[in-house]
């Protein structure tokens, strides 16, 4: 038994053709150097079945012979456990980067380091207070701490509406976020579509596995997934990679169904409001249509999407939003201002309303005062300002002390120890009663400006800030130091996992991204064989040139 005569003629071409198919493939790469998320291709070059088959053997025969090559299949070259490791850092850098850019907007509005930051407002005001109990009877001097006072109630008014503004944007980020990543979801599930119709006739789907890959990838920054290839019914190439199963990690809930393509999911971000008319994210909602599963935001793991429902706000119990716990970095702030000011403003307002306005100068009486400074009891921070009396009459502002010989000893011992005590909604009903002065006795005095002082001095009292017992001022900068370490903290772990994110993206670009320099030095190695083949082809025909048309004429 012998091989055919144009056995090598064959095994020539297919030689040539091999190399041709891995010269297409390096163009391919070539072509696509710059092409984002494009994974190099290679062909793999198998042997084809040697002459005769193994059944076929038997002792006259002394041997196989091969009969070539071919281009068995195109695959991609890269690493599963690389996309692995990029994706789990790319979800706690996405969770960190929402976070730290939260924060660091949140510090931009809060920002006291020029002269019109609140805390240079705060202690204007208080610099205005000590000012007025030196010369208390100064109009020009009770002007300038009236309009202290409405700076500064326009400075806290003003951070309240930045702070809510920013925390709207961020609701309706989520808004267009969840619809990101709807979509990312629904292509990557019409992608596993194509990739199901093709795959079980043995075609490799290089580059819908690209797109996978690049889907996969934006997913991962929004929310932490879990995927796991689904191999393609039929008779597909081993090489073949089949659709993805992804599912949200930590929870088991399939989002895209390698298998099946009626299983997609879809998420919704619900958000309620509380009768106060504030709304908060109350949880979050995955359907495929027919059944929904629904999550508390606590369950949801870290990632983009969390991130930015934590910066706008959510229910720590959504079955009971109006007494629930609102949880997130700007309500926590906005809470925070609103009892800063609410302790505050008590505060002076109980030491203002025991003091006593310059006289009328109609009547010449003066008057106990009111409230320096009045609120909506939702939102003091958003919506404090001087009180309409003060607002209409500086000479309204309480800066005198009553006269202490006009208290009756009873009434006076008792003033004295009410007041050490700073008991001063007691003392405000002593003041009003007026058995508590002696009959004619003048109750203040214009030039008195003690009240003043004791209103200036409320920035050194220790007061009751929900349970935190402290001054205004070193309760003030605890919240500032506060949003600043936890801002330092985010920047920190966000540029932390951003090092790891890339250094992976590194080694994945070492192994999948396309090299010039390799394609070039391939390309040259397979334009070599392919010349090599040609050649051969050429050998194979004078070979049989000589034996068909010169062997056989010796007798003529």
Do not use: C
């Amino acid at each position: 038994m012998a091989t055919s005569t144009f056995h090598g003629l064959e095994t020539a071409r297919r030689g040539m053709m091999t190399q041709q198919a891995a010269l297409r493939t390096v163009g391919h790469n070539i072509a696509n150097a710059n092409t984002p998320g494009y994974t190099r291709q290679r062909v793999n070059f198998v042997q084809t079945q040697a002459y005769p088959g193994v059944g076929r053997n038997a002792p006259s025969i002394p041997g196989q012979v091969g009969t070539g090559v071919m281009a068995g299949s195109i695959q991609r070259i890269r690493d599963a456990f690389l996309d692995l490791q990029y994706r789990q850092h790319n979800t706690q850098n996405g969770y960190w980067d929402a976070r730290a850019d939260a924060l660091i907007r949140m510090e931009e509005i809060l920002n006291d380091l020029d002269s019109n930051g609140l805390a240079n407002q705060i202690n204007q005001f208080w610099s205005k207070l000590q000012d007025l109990s030196g010369d208390p009877e100064d109009t020009a001097v009770r002007y300038v701490l009236r309009e202290q006072a409405v700076s500064l109630a326009d400075s806290f008014n003003e951070q309240y509406m930045l702070l809510e503004q920013v925390r709207d944007d961020y609701g309706n980020e989520i808004g267009v976020v969840t619809d990101h990543l709807n979509s990312l979801l629904s292509q990557l599930n019409e992608i596993n579509a194509q990739i199901r119709k093709v795959e079980p006739s043995g075609y490799v789907t290089n580059d819908l596995y690209d797109e996978q890959d690049r889907l996969l990838d934006q997913i991962s920054a929004i929310i932490p997934i879990e995927v796991q290839r689904v191999k393609s019914g039929g008779n597909p190439n081993p090489v073949a990679e089949g659709a993805v199963t992804v599912t949200l990690k930590g929870t088991g809930i399939t989002l895209v169904n390698g298998a099946d393509k009626y299983a997609l999911q879809q998420f919704e971000v619900t958000k309620t409001e509380n009768s106060l008319g504030d709304e908060y994210v109350s949880g979050i909602s995955i359907s495929n249509g027919t059944d929904t599963v629904n999550l508390n935001v606590q369950e949801l793991p870290q990632g983009g999407l969390k991130g930015l429902i934590e910066a706008f706000g959510y229910y720590q119990d959504p079955t009971d939003i109006d007494n629930s716990e609102v949880n997130g970095i700007y309500p926590k702030m906005l809470a925070e201002l609103n009892v800063m000011v609410r302790t505050f403003v008590e505060a002076l307002n109980s030491a203002h309303r025991i003091g006593y306005t310059l006289e009328d100068p109609l009547t010449g009486e003066v008057s106990l005062g009111g409230d320096f400074f009045v609120f909506d009891e939702n939102k003091p921070a958003g919506t404090l300002k001087v009180s309409d009396d003060i607002l209409n009459n500086a000479n309204n502002i309480a800066a005198a002390r009553v006269n202490l010989d006009g208290l009756t000893d009873d009434a006076r011992q008792q003033y004295q120890t009410l007041l050490a005590a700073k008991d001063f909604a007691a003392i405000r009903t002593l003041l009003e009663d007026d058995s508590s002065f002696k009959p004619g006795a003048k109750r203040a005095f214009a030039g008195d400006g003690q009240n003043a002082l004791l209103l200036s001095e409320i920035k050194d009292i220790r007061l009751n800030f929900n349970g935190t017992a402290s001054t205004f001022s070193n309760y003030y900068r605890g919240v500032m130091g506060r949003a600043a370490v936890e801002t330092s903290e985010a920047v920190s772990k966000r540029d932390s996992y951003e090092v790891l994110r890339d250094n992976v993206q590194f080694e994945r670009n070492s192994v999948s991204q396309v090299s010039l320099d390799e394609e070039m030095t391939l390309m040259i190695q397979f334009q070599h064989a392919y010349n090599a083949a040609a050649r051969n082809i050429t050998q194979i025909d004078e070979m049989l040139d000589r034996i068909i048309n010169g062997m056989g004429i010796v007798g003529r």
